[in-house]
């Protein structure tokens, strides 16, 4: 079965300081891993996803097989990063079904 | 574009009682998904529809339903409301069907049953 693993339900660093959010995963096949973001008061948005390899607003991921993981990082926090964050599965043969984890919420501190 | 919208913003229900939530996608978007948002078991998918055919279905029970019309718009139905649908309710467009299509949030049904 799916499973998305995100241990740390909450996470305050210094603004500055590095940020690292965790996230795990269980799948059996070829999963497509994806962070979704929601600021406070706005929608669920994607941050990012492995397959584009790509860096948004400073946040990276890389996808490692070996250990099941896909970690969030940032080498500055800065305080607008402050956000609830989930990382999110899917299959290829899901279609849109995706699973999410249970979230990080970030608080980045002055 | 307008993004996704969803109909009503917030609803009270009482148990037994069905209800009927409303989402239009992003105009040219043909997949629609739904999630179930709760404080204890979190984001969990409902189901997908993609060209007015349900391409996936999570693990909810059969009092969960819904369905897509023509211009892509999708209705969710819950029959038989119990204590235990309060929730947020999720709506996610996305031009195709695949992962690889990146979804789009509306704000979400507020769903409250008493």
């Known amino acids: 079965a799916q499973r998305v693993t995100q241990p740390e339900k909450l996470l305050s660093v210094f603004k500055g300081a590095p940020v690292e959010l965790k996230c795990n995963y269980s799948?059996?096949?070829?999963?497509?891993l994806f962070w979704y973001v929601q600021y406070s008061r706005q929608r669920l948005q994607l941050l990012l996803r492995?397959?584009s390899r790509e860096s948004i607003k400073g946040f990276t991921a890389d996808l490692n097989k070996g250990e099941t993981s896909f970690h969030l990082k940032k080498p500055f926090a800065q305080e607008e990063d402050s956000a609830m964050y989930y990382c999110?599965?899917?299959?290829?043969?899901?279609?849109?079904?995706?699973?999410f984890g249970p979230g990080t919420r970030l608080s980045v501190l002055p | 574009k307008a993004g996704v919208t969803q109909t009503p913003r917030y609803l009270i229900k009482t148990r037994g009682q069905q209800v009927t939530l409303s989402c239009s996608p992003i105009?040219?978007?043909?997949?629609v998904s739904w999630y179930q948002q709760t404080p204890g078991q979190g984001l969990q998918f409902l189901f997908e529809?993609?060209?007015?055919?349900?391409?996936n279905k999570g693990n909810f029970p059969g009092r969960f339903s819904g369905r897509q019309f023509s211009n892509s718009r999708s209705e969710m139905n819950v029959s038989t409301l119990e204590l235990g649908d309060s929730a947020l309710y999720l709506c996610?467009?996305?031009?195709?069907?695949?992962?690889?299509?990146?979804?789009?949030f509306g704000p979400g049904t507020r769903l409250t049953v008493l």
């Open positions: 996610a467009s996305s031009l195709a069907s695949g992962s690889h299509n990146e979804q789009f």
């Open positions: 799948y059996s096949g070829s999963p497509e």
């Open positions: 492995h397959i």
């Open positions: 999110a599965l899917s299959g290829f043969d899901y279609g849109q079904n995706f699973v």
């Open positions: 105009s040219g978007h043909r997949s």
């Open positions: 529809y993609f060209s007015e055919t349900q391409r």
